[in-house]
């Protein structure tokens, strides 16, 4: 009988992109293997500080003048592979839940 463990191994072996962390419960997605992340510069508003509300919320306060550099990441994802990257994620998903881990926010009966 196969260990979790060997079977997850045996599984991204065969189809890539991704470690999977069976103690975190973490599935980590490397740059090029479905999805290519980029970054770009960018300037933003500095924050100033927070405000607290009424409501026990707090707002972020931001400069109207000032700005920092900041670096933001995006992936690009093009409508071709769109079928493809879901398939990939169903069949993620099929083997976690066989290997009786949640993969929803709702709880199980």
């Known amino acids: 009988m196969k260990t979790?463990?060997?079977?997850?191994?045996?599984?991204?072996?065969?189809?890539?992109?991704c470690s999977i962390d069976l103690k975190?419960?973490?599935i980590i997605l490397y740059d090029g293997g479905l999805f290519g992340i980029e970054e770009k510069e960018v300037m933003?508003?500095?924050?100033?500080g927070t405000k607290k509300l009424g409501n026990g919320y707090s707002e972020?306060?931001?400069?109207?003048?000032k700005t920092e550099k900041d670096t933001e990441h995006y992936i690009t994802l093009w409508f071709q592979e769109l079928d493809?990257?879901?398939?990939?994620?169903?069949?993620?998903?099929?083997?976690?839940?066989?290997?009786?881990?949640?993969?929803?926010?709702?709880k199980r009966k």
Do not use: M, P
């Not at 979790?4 to 992109?17: F, Q, R, V």
């Not at 972020?60 to 003048?65: A, N, R």
């Open 24 to 26: 975190n419960k973490d």
């Open 44 to 48: 933003r508003h500095k924050i100033l």
């Open 84 to 106: 493809d990257t879901i398939n990939y994620l169903v069949r993620l998903k099929k083997l976690l839940n066989e290997l009786g881990y949640n993969t929803s926010l709702k």
């Open 4 to 17: 979790k463990k060997e079977i997850i191994e045996e599984w991204t072996h065969k189809n890539g992109a």
């Open 60 to 65: 972020i306060i931001f400069s109207k003048k």
